[in-house]
């Protein structure tokens, strides 16, 4: 039996995976990834962690498997910049949560034609991408910035540094899936864009080349000695999609996490949305191209970690669910934005809020409500994407931690109106990585792997159409409250 590595380098936390030649785990290993928060709405990892997660994860399973290739998927807009002679970074690693390039999106709005910026990189200007916050890093570091336009720096991704680190820089790479999520790759051409580079102030000498996101690219050092081909690059939400066996243009998954994150397979052809999505490349190689509609929701998993460590209702993420249905108040509303609405609302000013408390609202009521509210969110988000499409998806596929809890998969289902297919997997994005490795490195096909793809639990719709339209416009009123109330 041949098998395959698999490494999601998430944002909070490495996890390796072994998969075997027919695309089923066979084993996987988890290392918690630390953050800190120097201020609000600063978000920062240290890069010798990422490093660090990487290696304590893969550690324990690189001497028992014939591994034939790695996959390397990666938590996406989070960047650092590192000394090109020394290796040593001189910034944090700065993660996608964090908002301080928001200033410089303000500053350059009223002299970006918006619409030209779309239509090459598929992306909004917004501090969610790379390129603002490297802006303001140049912009509040003078020195760094001298450093960088004299050749001396080098900018990555998680995966980027990762496998710098791991090949003693003699590989300085990313993929043209992950490239895309900078606002500095043209998603048309798969190249870095002058331009954008311009408007930036980025020097191209710092970026890593685009590789295919497939193929054998060179070999990786995990610090036993036994260096590894390294054959496949996506970030981390494609490589879900990857893993979700989203092949055709249509299908579509939602993989939950600190946020949740929706992609649709729209084609080979990019297509720009009208309803407050992203178009971002989903994978490209060997002839190979898919395109995807990208719809972010930057807050589920961490608001139910909130209602566990911050308001103290819940004891574990787990205990949510019997709290929804311990609930007996649906008249309140909480409109989970506490990183702000992303898509389809792009409002990174508004905050989460409550509706409709009284005396008798309980701490469950407060929990329920939540879950509903990460619900209507994936709703929002399945909306503006059918729209788009012109029809509704056949189903919905999900995974990830809260897709083992049924209360929240049951009213997406509800407000959805749709089957909800919950991954056999729950790992469904280090599979997806190490698959699309198997692709490039033992000849896996696209059929094989969507027979192989299986359903744990699959939720279908119970509520009436009555309760379903109130509830919705319940969510609608709320929404629109917490708008105006920032405006």
């Given at each position: 039996m041949k098998y395959l590595l698999g490494i999601d380098q998430?944002?909070?936390?490495?996890?390796?995976?072994?998969?075997?030649?027919?695309?089923?785990?066979?084993?996987?290993n988890s290392v918690q990834l630390p953050a800190r928060f120097p201020q609000a709405g600063w978000v920062e990892q240290e890069p010798a962690d990422i490093v660090r997660t990487v290696k304590e994860a893969c550690a324990p399973l690189l001497d028992k498997y014939e591994i034939s290739a790695v996959g390397f998927d990666n938590q996406g807009e989070t960047f650092v910049v590192w000394d090109k002679g020394t290796g040593e970074p001189v910034t944090p690693a700065i993660v996608w949560q964090d908002t301080r390039g928001q200033s410089v999106c303000e500053e350059l709005a009223p002299n970006v034609d918006t619409e030209a910026l779309r239509a090459k990189t598929g992306l909004l200007l917004d501090s969610y991408f790379s390129a603002p916050k490297l802006k303001w890093?140049?912009?509040?570091?003078?020195?760094i910035r001298k450093q960088a336009h004299?050749?001396?720096?080098?900018?990555?991704?998680?995966?980027?540094?990762?496998?710098?680190?791991?090949?003693?820089?003699?590989?300085?790479?990313?993929?043209?899936?992950?490239?895309?999520?900078?606002?500095?790759?043209?998603?048309?051409?798969?190249?870095?864009?002058?331009?954008?580079?311009?408007?930036?102030?980025?020097?191209?000498?710092?970026?890593?080349?685009?590789?295919?996101?497939?193929?054998?690219?060179?070999?990786?050092?995990?610090?036993n000695g036994k260096p590894l081909p390294l054959h496949a690059l996506l970030v981390d939400q494609q490589a879900a999609l990857f893993g979700q066996a989203c092949f055709k243009a249509g299908e579509m998954k939602c993989s939950f996490g600190t946020g949740s994150f929706l992609l649709m397979n729209i084609g080979d052809k990019s297509k720009l949305s009208n309803?407050?999505?992203?178009?971002?490349?989903?994978?490209n190689f060997d002839g190979r191209t898919a395109y995807a509609f990208d719809g972010g929701i930057f807050v589920t998993g961490s608001a139910v970690q909130?209602?566990?460590?911050?308001?103290?209702?819940?004891?574990?993420?787990?205990?949510?669910?019997?709290?929804?249905g311990r609930s007996t108040d649906a008249g309140v509303v909480v409109v989970p934005a506490l990183q702000g609405l992303a898509a389809p609302h792009w409002r990174t000013d508004v905050r989460g809020a409550m509706f409709g408390l009284n005396r008798s609202t309980s701490s469950d009521d407060?929990?329920?409500?939540?879950?509903?509210?990460?619900?209507?969110?994936?709703?929002e988000v399945v909306m503006a994407m059918s729209q788009d499409l012109g029809q509704a998806p056949p189903h919905l596929k999900v995974d990830g931690?809260?897709?083992?809890?049924?209360?929240?998969?049951?009213?997406?289902?509800?407000?959805?109106?749709?089957?909800?297919?919950?991954?056999?997997?729950?790992?469904?994005?280090?599979?997806?990585?190490?698959?699309?490795?198997?692709?490039?490195?033992?000849?896996?096909?696209?059929?094989?792997?969507?027979?192989?793809?299986?359903?744990?639990?699959?939720?279908?719709?119970?509520?009436?159409?009555?309760?379903?339209?109130?509830?919705?416009?319940q969510w609608s009123k709320a929404l629109d409250a917490v708008k105006k109330f920032h405006e």
């Open positions: 998430g944002t909070t936390q490495t996890t390796a995976v072994i998969v075997n030649e027919l695309g089923d785990m066979v084993e996987k890093v140049f912009e509040n570091y003078p020195d004299e050749g001396k720096l080098k900018f990555g991704t998680t995966e980027t540094w990762v496998i710098w680190s791991l090949t003693k820089g003699k590989l300085h790479i990313t993929d043209p899936s992950t490239a895309s999520r900078t606002l500095l790759f043209d998603m048309n051409k798969f190249e870095w864009d002058d331009d954008l580079l311009k408007l930036f102030d980025v020097p191209r000498s710092m970026l890593p080349e685009v590789k295919p996101s497939a193929g054998h690219i060179g070999d990786v050092d995990f610090g309803n407050g999505l992203l178009t971002t490349v989903g994978w909130w209602l566990r460590d911050n308001l103290k209702l819940i004891p574990d993420s787990a205990s949510s669910h019997d709290a929804a407060i929990v329920r409500a939540t879950l509903d509210g990460i619900a209507c969110r994936v709703y931690g809260p897709s083992g809890n049924p209360y929240l998969m049951q009213m997406i289902a509800d407000l959805l109106n749709l089957e909800v297919r919950v991954s056999a997997a729950l790992e469904a994005t280090a599979i997806g990585i190490a698959n699309l490795a198997g692709v490039s490195a033992l000849g896996a096909t696209f059929d094989e792997l969507s027979k192989n793809w299986k359903s744990e639990t699959a939720y279908t719709p119970k509520m009436s159409t009555v309760n379903r339209e109130a509830k919705l416009a």
